[in-house]
């Protein structure tokens, strides 16, 4: 394989480059080089720069990463690009389920999956088709046309409400979860770095209480980096009160649940373990799905054939869905450290080295995806890789399908049509595949 001008990868880590759009040339080109390629980490103004890392190119070469927990590790680095900043952060975020390996992510994982009961799931998916239709009598109020954001009009409400019933958070409280998810995820992006939408004044004691832990900037205006656990104080001292509360008056929702639950070696949740937990669900849990949403929107704006389909025929849902994902892919990557010597699509990989799986272009890649620029809602199979694979598959999956399916069939329901009215604005980000702002005009049927 030729060796690659270094200068020319950039946009592989260059958050700059993600909120104009999406390399796919230039994936593609990589595709095309090998399954594995080595990117040095520059200096750029939006990056740190950093010791270089492999990417993953191709789908098989991911998959077979995600599979070998034991070899491609989340825990030994965490599963960010961006190294921690400091011994303690990475410390911080090894606690957390996202970036544990085995035996210590299987425990918990196993909790969780048992705290998502039958009776439950089906209790949260009659409130999210209920949700939708809540949403969608909001935006209409009762008017046969008009303009909105569909971001925040629409898309960025359905995670929140749903992740309220989810933890049993009192509604009026979810917006907390609105800026925690931005502050985390939009950290490179100056307009949601310092997020702060929630109105105190309609929150709860137990909000108004985390809320005098929330940090402020620095002289220089800055505030701690919030992938350390300083950074978010008012999101970890909510969880602490909301776990008390709940474990003096549990209820039926998942959370109660979990809390109550006993392990294999006969102990329960700890507190602290609640409280990350609440962190993966309200952030992860919230900006994926907000970002999923509205790209699976951007995806039928520019196919309107589709979106007709799917109107005529909505039993074609299920499967326009799994298109959205992966032709939006809202995660784009993910890290893995090498947890000893090894290979990977032919290459030499060393101890120690970072590993980065690009969801987004094995969700494009030729050998998997016939036409993957094409989005088709009749596309099977589709092996997409937006909620991973493996022993880390997101144990989320299954509800964020239901709520896009949920709010996708109300909107062709109960909307003629959408249009674009003006440009959308994308997410900073090297990370989150982001949609700030999707302006649209509609019109109900």
């Known amino acids: 394989m030729m060796a690659l001008d270094q200068s020319q990868l950039e946009f592989v880590y260059d958050p700059l480059v993600y909120e104009q759009g999406i390399p796919f040339t230039a994936l593609a080109a990589l595709r095309a080089q090998g399954p594995v390629v080595w990117v040095d980490e520059?200096?750029?103004?939006?990056?740190?720069?950093g010791k270089g890392f492999w990417l993953v190119t191709r789908h098989a070469e991911c998959q077979q990463a995600l599979k070998s927990a034991k070899i491609f590790s989340s825990q030994v680095g965490g599963t960010q690009l961006r190294d921690p900043a400091s011994p303690d952060d990475l410390a911080y975020v090894q606690q957390m389920m996202l970036n544990m390996d085995p035996p210590d992510h299987t425990r918990l994982r196993r909790m969780l999956i048992n705290?998502?009961?039958s009776r439950a799931i089906r209790q949260l998916e009659d409130r999210i088709r209920q949700h939708a239709a809540d949403i969608v009598d909001r935006v209409t109020a009762g008017k046969q046309s008009g303009e909105c954001d569909f971001v925040k009009d629409i898309a960025s409400d359905m995670p929140l409400l749903c992740l309220a019933?989810?933890?049993?958070?009192?509604?009026?409280?979810?917006y907390l979860m609105f800026d925690w998810a931005n502050r985390v995820?939009?950290?490179?992006?100056?307009?949601?770095?310092g997020s702060s939408r929630f109105d105190v004044s309609r929150g709860t004691p137990m909000a108004r209480e985390a809320l005098k832990l929330r940090p402020v900037p620095d002289a220089e205006g800055k505030l701690p980096d919030p992938r350390s656990r300083h950074g978010m104080d008012d999101l970890y001292r909510y969880a602490h009160l909301l776990a008390e509360y709940k474990r003096e008056h549990p209820g039926d929702d998942v959370m109660s649940i979990l809390l109550a639950?006993?392990?294999?070696?006969?102990?329960?949740?700890?507190?602290?373990?609640?409280?990350?937990?609440?962190?993966?669900?309200?952030?992860?849990g919230n900006e994926t799905l907000r970002n999923a949403i509205p790209g699976g929107m951007l995806a039928l704006l520019q196919h309107p054939s589709a979106w007709r389909d799917l109107q005529e025929a909505p039993e074609l849902m299920p499967g326009a869905v799994e298109e959205m994902l992966r032709w939006w892919t809202p995660v784009m990557n993910f890290r893995r450290t090498a947890a000893e010597d090894t290979t990977l699509g032919g290459v030499n990989i060393r101890e120690g080295d970072k590993v980065l799986l690009s969801f987004l272009s094995a969700n494009h890649d030729e050998r998997v995806f016939s036409e993957p620029a094409v989005f088709d809602i009749r596309r099977d199979p589709?092996?997409?890789?937006?909620?991973?694979?493996?022993?880390?598959?997101?144990?989320?999956?299954q509800l964020a399908v239901a709520q896009m399916r949920a709010l996708f069939t109300e909107l062709g329901r109960r909307f003629e049509q959408f249009e674009l009215v003006g440009t959308p604005t994308f997410l900073r980000s090297n990370f989150q595949r982001g949609v700030k702002t999707l302006p649209v005009r509609w019109c109900v049927r």
């Open 42 to 49: 520059h200096r750029l103004s939006q990056w740190p720069g």
């Open 115 to 117: 705290a998502f009961t």
């Open 165 to 174: 019933d989810i933890f049993g958070l009192p509604s009026e409280d979810r």
């Open 185 to 193: 995820i939009g950290y490179q992006d100056p307009e949601y770095a």
């Open 261 to 284: 639950q006993i392990d294999e070696e006969g102990g329960k949740l700890t507190i602290a373990e609640f409280e990350n937990m609440f962190w993966l669900f309200a952030v992860a």
């Open 382 to 397: 589709n092996p997409h890789l937006s909620f991973g694979h493996g022993p880390h598959f997101c144990i989320g999956a």
